[in-house]
């Protein structure tokens, strides 16, 4: 059950946080780095931990660097997520630029539905606003972990479905998939495909950060089975608060690529492009706990 009263008050700080201008968030953001990194510590050895498997042969005091540039851009991600629900559609796509967005429609426009596969690269709490680059007669939904806590939990899907996007808990994902076919709609669905399977799960294993690394394959799975088009968002910061994300077909015909081809596909240009700007990576996840 949820508190209404505290609730409407975090509610109201997290809108109210929106509209600060953003050149002033990034001050509260340079300030909560010191305390985060210097003072708390969170996840220091955890995301030590995953950059020397990932790049062994840079020494100690480059990985120090690095880290410290991934827990600058963790916090200044929450305050930049805060301006998702106060934005105008202008002032969004000029922050969160899409790139071959027509292929897209395309598809769209053939009847064809789409799944789009990423990671935790870059800004991603800014992709739910793909609904304002591409064809509005579609279901637009990215797939989601519910949170522990419920008042977080609402205000995630409250801030992510702002421009249209339906946020989809991971365990409701065929169903939502499967209805959606049936009723004969198109679909346009994101999946953070990095997340960790459970230790019951972890069936399939790949070299990922020169770890053997066990991995989710139910986006594979659907996206063969259904016929859809797939796509990988190729995320890159221009500069402090301006994104760029390009669609990036991983192949042509899905379902004719063996069993797991797709996800390992998938890898490759999540690799690529964690290697072009590491620091932007979600390095304070316990990504490896079940690698073996």
Same mark, same amino acid.
């Given at each position: 059950?949820?508190?209404?009263?505290?609730?409407?008050?975090?509610?109201?700080?997290?809108?109210?946080?929106?509209?600060?201008?953003?050149?002033?968030?990034?001050?509260?953001?340079?300030?909560?780095?010191?305390?985060?990194?210097?003072?708390?510590?969170?996840?220091?050895?955890?995301?030590?931990?995953?950059?020397?498997?990932?790049?062994?042969?840079?020494?100690?005091?480059?990985?120090?660097?690095?880290?410290?540039?991934?827990?600058?851009?963790?916090?200044?991600?929450?305050?930049?997520?805060?301006?998702?629900?106060?934005?105008?559609?202008?002032?969004?796509?000029?922050?969160?630029? &899409?790139?071959? *967005?027509?292929?897209?429609?395309?598809? %769209?426009?053939? /009847?064809?539905?789409?799944?789009? =596969?990423?990671?935790?690269?870059?800004?991603?709490?800014?992709?739910?606003?793909?609904?304002?680059?591409?064809?509005?007669?579609?279901?637009?939904?990215?797939?989601?972990?519910?949170?522990?806590?419920?008042?977080?939990?609402?205000?995630?899907?409250?801030?992510?479905?702002?421009?249209?996007?339906?946020?989809?808990?991971?365990?409701?994902?065929?169903?939502?998939?499967?209805?959606?076919?049936?009723?004969?709609?198109?679909?346009?669905?994101?999946?953070?495909?990095?997340?960790?399977?459970?230790?019951?799960?972890?069936?399939?294993?790949?070299?990922?950060?020169?770890?053997?690394?066990?991995?989710?394959?139910?986006?594979?799975?659907?996206?063969?089975?259904?016929? &859809?088009?797939? *796509?990988?968002?190729?995320?890159?910061? %221009?500069?402090? /608060?301006?994104?760029?994300?390009? =669609?990036?077909?991983?192949?042509?015909?899905?379902?004719?690529?063996?069993?797991?081809?797709?996800?390992?596909?998938?890898?490759?240009?999540?690799?690529?492009?964690?290697?072009?700007?590491?620091?932007?990576?979600?390095?304070?996840?316990?990504?490896?706990?079940?690698?073996?």
């Amino acid at each position: 059950m949820i508190n209404k009263i505290l609730y409407c008050k975090i509610r109201l700080f997290w809108k109210l946080l929106g509209t600060i201008p953003l050149r002033v968030l990034y001050l509260f953001s340079d300030f909560f780095y010191v305390i985060i990194y210097y003072l708390i510590g969170y996840r220091r050895d955890v995301v030590m931990k995953n950059l020397s498997f990932a790049y062994p042969e840079k020494s100690k005091e480059e990985l120090t660097q690095i880290s410290k540039r991934f827990y600058r851009f963790l916090c200044d991600i929450f305050f930049e997520a805060s301006k998702f629900g106060v934005w105008s559609d202008k002032k969004m796509k000029r922050h969160m630029k &899409f790139v071959n *967005y027509e292929a897209l429609n395309d598809h %769209i426009r053939n /009847g064809r539905s789409i799944s789009l =596969f990423l990671g935790h690269y870059g800004n991603w709490e800014w992709i739910p606003s793909i609904p304002l680059w591409i064809d509005r007669n579609i279901a637009g939904g990215q797939i989601y972990k519910q949170q522990t806590n419920a008042i977080a939990d609402r205000l995630l899907k409250e801030n992510r479905s702002r421009f249209g996007s339906e946020c989809i808990e991971m365990q409701q994902t065929l169903r939502h998939i499967h209805n959606h076919k049936t009723a004969g709609d198109i679909t346009v669905t994101g999946y953070l495909y990095d997340q960790s399977p459970s230790k019951e799960e972890s069936r399939y294993f790949i070299d990922f950060m020169n770890k053997e690394t066990p991995v989710l394959t139910g986006t594979e799975r659907i996206t063969k089975k259904y016929g &859809f088009a797939a *796509y990988y968002i190729d995320i890159k910061r %221009i500069k402090r /608060g301006y994104w760029q994300a390009e =669609f990036v077909q991983m192949h042509p015909d899905p379902q004719s690529l063996p069993d797991f081809e797709l996800t390992d596909i998938f890898y490759k240009h999540l690799t690529q492009t964690i290697s072009r700007q590491p620091e932007f990576y979600l390095w304070s996840h316990n990504r490896f706990k079940f690698a073996r």
